[in-house]
Nanobody, 121 residues
């Protein structure tokens, strides 16, 4: 069973920065990661993709955060990071980590519990 633990959310002023981290761990066999990503959900809105990255480093970043947010992955630590710069009030949301891959021959696709990011003066 693969679990994700997120950290790094909080309250920041507009223009500020935050770094989110998400570490994958498994009971038993070490999970093989195909890709990890960050999604967010603001109140009253649907969950949306922020950025995703493959284990090989290929990225897909939403237009709304392109140039401000950077996603990276440390496959040795099974950890994905989201560096968020020049934050805006509209970035306020619960940010969720997602990971997909295999443990042995068993595929998985799991979500973290979410971490709140609030951008406000």
């Amino acid at each position: 069973q693969v679990q994700l633990v997120e950290s790094g959310g909080g309250l920041v002023q507009p223009g500020g920065s935050l770094r989110l981290s998400c570490a994958a761990s498994g009971t038993g066999s070490i999970p093989s990661i195909a890709g990890m990503g960050w999604y967010r959900q603001a109140p009253g809105k649907q969950r949306e993709l922020v950025a995703q990255i493959s284990s090989g480093g290929d990225t897909n970043v939403a237009d709304s955060v392109k140039g401000r947010f950077t996603i990276s992955i440390d496959t040795a630590k099974s950890t994905v990071y989201l560096q968020m710069n020049s934050l805006k009030p509209e970035d306020t949301a619960v940010y969720y980590c997602n990971a997909a891959g295999r443990v042995g021959a068993q595929p998985y696709d799991v979500w973290g519990q979410g971490t709140q990011v609030t951008v406000s003066s």
